[in-house]
C-alpha cells in the first residue's frame, strides 16, 4: 500500500508540469476544460485537451491531440460537426467517476486491478464543488482509473483527427 501510494505521489509530480503546461494551451481564446494525459513506457505519449462550444453558438466541441513519440511531435485535431462522436465523449468526461477517498482501506479489501504496466494516466478536469466554488481535480493511477476509462472512450475518436487547425 505505501509502496503504491509512493509511486502515485512520483507519478503525479512527473505529469504535474506537462498538464500545467497543456492546461495553458488555447483554442482561439479557450483554455481546455479537461486535459488526458497517457504517458507509456514503450511506445509514444498522448495528450488530448477538450475544449467548450464557443458561447457564441457557433460550432462545437472542439479536441487537440499530441503524440509525442521521441523527439517527434504530431498535432492533430477534431471538431464538430465533423466528428459526430465528440459530443458524447465529452459529455463521458463529465461523468467520470471520482474515486472514492480510503484512508485507511477496509482489513478485507480486494486485490485492485492495476490494469497495463508500464502506462500512467493523469486526467485534469475543470469543476464545481457542491457549493458551486471553481476547482481543478488532478486525478493520476498506473494503468487502471477513470483515466485509463476515458483513454478508451478516447479510442472512439480515431476517424476524427486532422492535422487541419481549427477556425476558432
Not at 51 to 80: F, H, I, K, M, N
Not at 96 to 118: F, K, T, Y
Amino acid at each position: 500500500m505505501l509502496l503504491t501510494a509512493t509511486l502515485l505521489v512520483a507519478m503525479a509530480g512527473v505529469a504535474a508540469p506537462r498538464i500545467d503546461r497543456l492546461t495553458g494551451v488555447r483554442a482561439g481564446d479557450q483554455r481546455p476544460v479537461s486535459v488526458l494525459l497517457i504517458d507509456r513506457d514503450f511506445g509514444p505519449d498522448e495528450a488530448i485537451s477538450l475544449y467548450r462550444p464557443p458561447p457564441s453558438g457557433e460550432g462545437g466541441w472542439l479536441a487537440r491531440r499530441e503524440v509525442q513519440d521521441g523527439e517527434r511531435l504530431s498535432l492533430t485535431w477534431a471538431d464538430e460537426p465533423a466528428c459526430g462522436g465528440l459530443s458524447a465523449f465529452a459529455r463521458g468526461v463529465e461523468r467520470v467517476g471520482l474515486p472514492r477517498i480510503e484512508l485507511v482501506p477496509p482489513p478485507s479489501a480486494p486485490r485492485p486491478d492495476m490494469g497495463p504496466l508500464h502506462v500512467r494516466h493523469a486526467l485534469w478536469l475543470r469543476a464545481t464543488d457542491d457549493r458551486g466554488a471553481p476547482v481543478e481535480v488532478t486525478l493520476a493511477s498506473l494503468g487502471s482509473g477513470p483515466g485509463s476509462r476515458v483513454a478508451a472512450a478516447a479510442e472512439s475518436l480515431a476517424d476524427c483527427w486532422a492535422e487541419r487547425s481549427p477556425d476558432r
